[in-house]
């Protein structure tokens, strides 16, 4: 099969999300890019997410163009390959309609720098995108002009999407934010939120580019490890160490 590794690793993201609850039934997708031939798999249009598997999952070329795959794509395809268009360095894309989040974004109300870890996004706070119908070109313009350099958005009326350099990446962000935006929200509740000052958050966006153990550790606990442990136990303790925020 094309692309198994890829396409086995979105059908399990997109499982963890449905277990996570981020997602419900099939609202919201997941894809990634191999980045030396630019082809995408992402995951179908339709289908529950619960039983989804590497067979599933559509691969596509840069343009959307159908290359291995029994179903069709995803209806969002045309904003998962904007991402990838606009944003060299991302290759893993996750969007969901996860409450809390959607919440602020049915409100067109951005989630504010209430706690330090927003800074996962890449920013002080999670913008909002103009609301247009879900499927189109608009829409996915909308999306990457808003987030620009970060890695998160919202959609107004619509959900989230979130984007990395790895697919552990992009759901860690998905995560955290949906957590961020329910303690937002019941914070608010309260009557008035601490709203952290841009120049600490930018201050823990510094450090965060730090956070984590030195490279040389890990190369070497890496190679301690060689006799024992197979490629994949080495990567998902590099996932690990990805969804690893400060503090
Ligand atoms: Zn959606």
Do not use: C
């Given at each position: 099969?094309?692309?198994?590794?890829?396409?086995?690793?979105?059908?399990?993201?997109?499982?963890?999300?449905?277990?996570?609850?981020?997602?419900?039934?099939?609202?919201?997708?997941?894809?990634?890019?191999?980045?030396?031939?630019?082809?995408?798999?992402?995951?179908?249009?339709?289908?529950?997410?619960?039983?989804?598997?590497?067979?599933?999952?559509?691969?596509?070329?840069?343009?959307?163009?159908?290359?291995?795959?029994?179903?069709?794509?995803?209806?969002?395809?045309?904003?998962?390959?904007?991402?990838?268009?606009?944003?060299?360095?991302?290759?893993?894309?996750?969007?969901?309609?996860?409450?809390?989040?959607?919440?602020?974004?049915?409100?067109?109300?951005?989630?504010?720098?209430?706690?330090?870890?927003?800074?996962?996004?890449?920013?002080?706070?999670?913008?909002?995108?103009?609301?247009?119908?879900?499927?189109?070109?608009?829409?996915?313009?909308?999306?990457?002009?808003?987030?620009?350099?970060?890695?998160?958005?919202?959609?107004?009326?619509?959900?989230?999407?979130?984007?990395?350099?790895?697919?552990?990446?992009?759901?860690?962000?998905?995560?955290?934010?949906?957590?961020?935006?329910?303690?937002?929200?019941?914070?608010?509740?309260?009557?008035?939120?601490?709203?952290?000052?841009?120049?600490?958050?930018?201050?823990?966006?510094?450090?965060?580019?730090?956070?984590?153990q030195p490279a040389q550790l890990q190369a070497a606990s890496?190679g301690?490890?060689?006799?024992?442990?197979?490629?994949?136990?080495?990567?998902?303790?590099?996932?690990?160490?990805?969804?690893?925020?400060?503090?």
């Amino acid at each position: 099969m094309l692309l198994h590794a890829l396409r086995t690793e979105v059908a399990a993201t997109a499982r963890r999300l449905v277990l996570s609850r981020l997602v419900t039934g099939t609202a919201g997708n997941v894809s990634a890019r191999e980045p030396e031939t630019g082809h995408v798999a992402i995951t179908p249009t339709g289908l529950d997410y619960e039983t989804m598997t590497a067979a599933d999952i559509v691969v596509v070329d840069r343009e959307g163009q159908p290359v291995d795959g029994r179903w069709l794509p995803s209806s969002e395809l045309p904003m998962h390959l904007e991402v990838y268009r606009r944003l060299p360095e991302r290759h893993a894309v996750v969007h969901t309609h996860s409450l809390f989040a959607t919440v602020f974004a049915a409100s067109g109300r951005e989630i504010k720098g209430i706690h330090y870890e927003i800074t996962i996004g890449g920013g002080t706070s999670v913008r909002v995108a103009p609301y247009a119908t879900y499927g189109t070109p608009e829409l996915a313009r909308n999306a990457v002009e808003t987030m620009g350099q970060q890695s998160v958005v919202l959609l107004q009326n619509h959900g989230l999407l979130a984007v990395g350099p790895t697919l552990a990446r992009a759901y860690a962000i998905a995560e955290k934010i949906e957590f961020i935006a329910e303690l937002y929200y019941h914070a608010l509740q309260l009557g008035s939120p601490i709203i952290l000052p841009d120049d600490e958050l930018l201050r823990v966006l510094e450090k965060s580019r730090s956070y984590g153990q030195p490279a040389q550790l890990q190369a070497a606990s890496a190679g301690d490890r060689e006799g024992s442990t197979d490629q994949h136990e080495r990567s998902r303790a590099a996932r690990r160490r990805q969804q690893a925020t400060p503090g």
